[in-house]
């Protein structure tokens, strides 16, 4: 079946260093992306999104990029602080083309660790 | 409420025994979800609610696994005879509107945690 992935398990930065998360997406039809943020303990936080029509949006030190040709997302952390050592999920929404509600799709997640 | 809240935090029980999994989501929201993960593993869907109505159960591992809610307010997510492989944390995710994106971005509590002996 279709799913998203991540291309690595495990990402070791520097405090201060930029970080990149990579995740691919298998399914064409997917018109929607998420990427969430989960602290040991808690539930995933959201930190930004981006529609299909997008190739980029920036947030507050975070970019995400869209490669639609390759099906492959990416989030790129700026100045990367030990606060920011969580999980890292991506997901897909299947919205226009399928479903129009919430139902997301994860991948396996990305753990980040940053070092003082 | 401030956020979306789950209760128990976590819950151990032996196999075979029925368990419930409350939540409780963002007073307004309309669309509530209910997620599974699994150790070292991202989010697996179960089930969304608009209003007091599941428009997709799809999610549901077996008939054990079954939930309510009540209009626009508290779900209840149920498993009967629990096996060892139900063991995960359960996360609920509300939205304000169904589409899940934009405004209606999915907000998730904490989870409860399962764990079945």
């Known amino acids: 079946g279709e799913s998203v992935g991540l291309h690595l398990p495990t990402l070791s930065v520097q405090e201060g260093d930029n970080s990149i998360i990579n995740c691919a997406y298998s399914?064409?039809?997917?018109?929607?992306f998420i990427w969430y943020k989960q602290e040991s303990g808690k539930g995933p936080q959201f930190i930004i999104d981006i529609r299909s029509n997008m190739d980029k949006r920036q947030g507050q030190r975070v970019t995400v990029l869209l490669n639609k040709t390759v099906k492959h997302l990416s989030l790129q952390i700026a100045a990367t602080q030990p606060g920011d050592s969580a999980v890292y999920f991506c997901?897909?929404?299947f919205g226009a083309g399928g479903t129009s509600y919430g139902k997301l799709t994860f991948g396996q997640g990305t753990i980040l660790t940053v070092h003082p | 409420g401030a956020g979306v809240s789950q209760s128990p935090s976590n819950k151990v029980t032996e196999k075979g025994k029925d368990v419930e999994l409350r939540c409780d989501p963002i007073s307004g929201h309309t669309a509530l979800y209910w997620y599974r993960q699994r150790l070292g593993q991202g989010l697996e869907f179960l089930i969304y609610f608009q209003g007091n109505s599941a428009p997709d159960k799809s999610g549901l591992p077996s008939d054990r696994f079954s939930a309510e809610r009540t209009g626009e307010s508290v779900s209840t997510l149920t498993i009967q005879r629990t096996q060892q492989e139900d063991s995960a944390v359960y996360l609920c995710?509300?939205?304000?509107?169904?589409?899940?994106?934009?405004?209606?971005?999915?907000?998730f509590g904490a989870g409860s945690r399962l764990t079945v002996l």
């Open positions: 995710a509300s939205s304000l509107g169904p589409r899940g994106s934009g405004a209606n971005v999915l907000t």
């Open positions: 997901a897909e929404n």
């Open positions: 399914n064409s039809a997917s018109d929607y």
